[in-house]
């Protein structure tokens, strides 16, 4: 034992083996040259390297230099036949999965069997590969979690997955409490949930190409801007330096504006790109993430673990980075060439003229409003009432998608959700992102949305759509006006029985559309969205609503 103990002291705890030419680094920690190499290469993008056993981080990335003290005593213990003490390492320890065939203490589990639900050493795991009768067991790496392949119930290997209730199970189940239930193998439910996870990795790997291009771009015009004000320095420098002694002045200040708004849009490209370099390090962790339960062998543990996938992040991009191939600083050659010719008649009364003409950057990473209804469709959300929060005199049908006001109280129970006196109903759905729906309307509605925290009992300003800082409403009812925080705003645009909204929640933007055989703008919103939002609509006496009715058909307006 006290071999093994040295043989560990004197381990790279990144491959496990004795140092080769080792390296310390300034924690204290010591590992093979080209292991700390290979570990900080991956560490480059996020420009922090950090020391893999106690995570102190450093900038820069640290120098490296063989500490020879270590390499001659590793040497030494070489000499002194330790080479043979890494057999001990082969036991299981508290981390390790522990071969179940062994007795006394236990060899680490080279391999599981899926089969026998097993783990087993080199040694004990040799019959899967000599004996038929093993031929078709499934050997898979070494897991802890083999136990959960079996039925708690039946004590058989759940080998069925139930779609209905999304959960593994045993084949006496599926005959069983499950009967009727939407039933298949679990290797099935496994394929198809695969080919699903690939098509997320493609999406993903797609959204990494288009941000590496777009870094590339920014790139290209962060050189443009550089170049260019260096130019233009020089080329004013050269004009400065024919003029008298009062012109030098006014040259070395020409030079520190030029400066100045080189790094101020060199620094907006800069942030630019690191805000697509952050996206692109997030979607490649996501990406690793994927492929990590992509090469899951164990079924059920492919399957539990599924669901827990955390939902891709909203994109912050534009698919096209808009650049005008226009000169930056080239403007200002040419106003002080200019000013040279003439000034010694007017330089003390026009130099107020003189101004320096600075092309803007146009970069922006918002993507442009859709122009027609088939680019608001593809932002399309559904969209579904909650009946805890609609007013009793509302009736609610066709699955919460449709809304209809009855004038006589409905059999809802009681909820603190709920709107007491206006006859309103909001979505179940949070909206964020760009999101879009169109909404049917007869007789009177507001077409509205609303925080969350809007109030709901009583009749004030407080609860009802437009009258307060909580929700916006567009009134429908022969013509259209907007109402938010109590104020009303006229709206004029052709009348159709459809209302097509547009939120892009990031961007502050909401939209009202009359949807007909074209899309018409009645009125935006442009502010700052502070929390999700939800559809709702306030029905008038008479009144109907129906969100996203035959969004695929052809419109029949009324």
């Known amino acids: 034992m006290e071999q093994q103990a040295d043989w560990v002291t004197f381990c790279c705890s990144i491959c496990l083996d004795l140092l080769k030419d080792p390296v310390t680094i300034s924690c204290g920690h010591s590992y093979c040259c080209d292991c700390i190499k290979s570990h ?54 508290p981390e390790d999965v522990a071969c179940d065939s062994c007795s006394g203490r236990k060899l680490k589990a080279i391999k599981s069997c899926l089969v026998c639900l097993a783990s087993f050493c080199e040694k004990h795991l040799q019959p899967h590969y000599d004996s038929a009768a093993f031929k078709k067991h499934k050997l898979v790496e070494p897991s802890k979690n083999l136990q959960e392949n079996i039925c708690s119930r039946h004590d058989e290997v759940m080998k069925m997955f139930c779609r209905t209730d ?51 771009l920014l790139q290209q015009e962060l050189e443009a801007i550089n170049h260019s004000a260096d130019k233009t320095v020089e080329d004013s420098e050269k004009i400065f330096t024919q003029l008298i002694r009062l012109i030098q002045k006014r040259s070395s200040d020409v030079k520190q504006q030029i400066r100045s708004q080189q790094e101020t849009e060199g620094s907006r490209v800069k942030e630019l790109q690191e805000k697509l370099e952050q996206e692109i390090t997030e979607l490649k962790r996501k990406d690793a993430e994927l492929k990590q339960l992509s090469d899951t062998e164990d079924h059920n543990q492919f399957l539990n673990n599924y669901p827990s996938l955390s939902a891709l992040s909203e994109s912050t991009h534009s698919s096209s980075i808009k650049i005008r191939p226009l000169s930056y600083f080239e403007d200002v050659t040419a106003a002080v060439s200019e000013l040279r010719n003439i000034v010694q008649d007017i330089l003390r009364d026009a130099w107020t003229n003189i101004s320096l003409r600075l092309t803007e950057v146009d970069v922006s990473l918002s993507e442009p409003e859709p122009k027609s209804r088939a680019g608001f469709l593809s932002y399309s959300c559904e969209i579904t009432l909650d009946p805890n929060t609609a007013h009793n005199e509302l009736l609610l049908s066709e699955g919460n998608r449709k809304v209809t006001l009855m004038n006589q109280p409905q059999s809802y129970s009681s909820h603190p959700d709920r709107f007491t006196f206006w006859s309103q109903v909001l979505s179940r759905e949070s909206l964020t992102g760009r999101c879009y729906w169109e909404v049917e309307w007869r007789e009177r509605v507001y077409v509205a949305v609303a925080y969350k925290n809007i109030s709901r009992a009583g009749s004030g300003k407080e609860c009802g759509f437009g009258g307060n800082d909580k929700s916006w409403a567009l009134y429908c009812y022969q013509g259209y006006k907007f109402r938010h925080n109590d104020i009303w705003t006229s709206v004029s645009g052709p009348g159709s029985s459809r209302v097509g909204v547009y939120l892009d929640h990031r961007a502050g933007i909401l939209s009202f559309y009359s949807v007909s055989e074209t899309m018409t703008l009645l009125h935006r919103v442009q502010t700052t969205f502070t929390k999700p939002l939800h559809a709702g609509v306030y029905v008038c006496s008479g009144g109907s609503a129906k969100f996203n009715p035959n969004r695929q058909n052809p419109l029949k307006v009324h």
Not at 46 to 57: A, V
Not at 72 to 87: R, S
Request: charged share 35%; with cysteine.
């Open 40 to 93: 900080w290469d991956e560490e480059d993008q996020r420009k922090i390297h950090s020391c893999p056993q106690c995570r102190e981080t450093f900038i820069p990335r640290p120098v490296l230099g063989k500490n020879t003290m270590l390499a001659a005593l590793v040497e030494q213990l070489k000499k002194t036949g330790l080479q043979a003490a890494p057999a001990d390492l082969c036991y299981a320890g």
């Open 166 to 216: 999304q959960k593994c199970i045993c084949y006496l189940f599926s005959v069983d409490e499950h009967k009727g239930h939407d039933t298949v193998s679990a290797a099935a439910e496994r394929t198809e949930r695969q080919r699903e996870l690939e098509v997320r990795r493609e999406n993903i790997q797609q959204r990494i190409q288009d941000r590496e291009k777009d870094v590339k």
